[in-house]
């Protein structure tokens, strides 16, 4: 296994976690969308990784598409407000629409983008969050169709989550330690 990162606290989930759990929804996801042509809508930048796993554990035909928001900038802490900076290429009228994201937090970016995604009438809309956060005072109760598990209320890094663009690439998920974004 490779070195801890200098500025992790605490690895909460390996490779192989990480591995066992995509397997997992992939399973699940290929069981509920038999027969059909889902659109895989990976939120950038942080689900892209998670996306590239989850894709290949989904054995029934499907396609992707990509949307950018952001509404975390440089900061640990969101600003409240969510920006789309690219939209979807894809039409989804009619379309089974399954919204991918690494983090689940506050739940704000998932409510904009669920709403944003329902006015354009699709035939569903679902989620599979790699991550849900145990905090209190989540914005209006999202219940993802698929989790992969659910992590304590510390600021997540790896696997596609950042800090200030750093640390998308560690394999694992990990705690930052406080004083790195506190500086
Ligand atoms: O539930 P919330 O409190 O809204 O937080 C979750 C969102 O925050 C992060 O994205 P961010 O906006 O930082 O952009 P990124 O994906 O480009 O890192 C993460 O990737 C989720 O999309
Ligand atoms: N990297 C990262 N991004 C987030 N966006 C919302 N919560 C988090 C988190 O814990 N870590
Ligand atoms: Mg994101």
Redesign the pocket.
Known sequence: MEALHSDVKEVLLSEEDIHQIVSRMGEQITRDYAGKNPLVVA?????VVFTADLMRAIDCPMSVDFM??????EAAK?SGV?RIVKDLDTKIEGRDVLIV??????????S?LIDLLKGRGPASVEVAAFLV?DVTG??PAIEPRYVGTHVPDEFIVGY???FA?RY?NLPYIGILKPEVYQK
Do not use: F, M, P, Q
Request: aromatic share 6%.
């Open positions: 939120v950038l930048r942080g689900a950018a928001v952001s509404s975390y900038g969101s969510v994201e690494d983090i689940l937090d506050s739940g704000l970016t998932l904009y956060k989540k914005t596609g989550l950042d663009e998308r």
